[in-house]
C-alpha cells in the first residue's frame, strides 16, 4: 500500500457512503476483528483496520450491487489499487469473482 490514510481519514471517507448507525456499528465492530487477527498475525493492525472500516463501503447505496461501486469510490478517494483489490475481494465467491 503506498499512502494509508489514518483512521480519523479513513472515517471520514466511510462516513461519506455509509451514514446508518447499524452499518457503522458493523464496519467498526470488523475493524477490531482486522485489528485482533493482523496482531496475531503479525501484519499491520492499522492496515489490516481500516481495510475491515472500508470493507462495506458500497453497500448502503448500492446493495444489489455491492462490492460493484466499491473500486470507482475508493479511486475517487485516493485508494490505490493494492487496497481496493483486498477490499474486493472479501466478497470473493459471494458477489465478486475476485480472489
Known sequence: MNHLPSR??????????????????HVLMVEGAMRHFARLYNENADEWGILGMLHDIDFE??????????????????????????VVSHGYGICVSVK
Open 61 to 86: 447505496l448500492y446493495p444489489d450491487e455491492h462490492l460493484d461501486h466499491a473500486p470507482r469510490i475508493l479511486r475517487e478517494e485516493g485508494f490505490d489499487e493494492d487496497f481496493i483489490h483486498a
Open 8 to 25: 480519523e481519514e479513513a472515517w471520514k471517507v466511510l462516513t461519506k457512503y455509509v451514514t446508518t448507525d447499524h452499518l457503522q456499528r
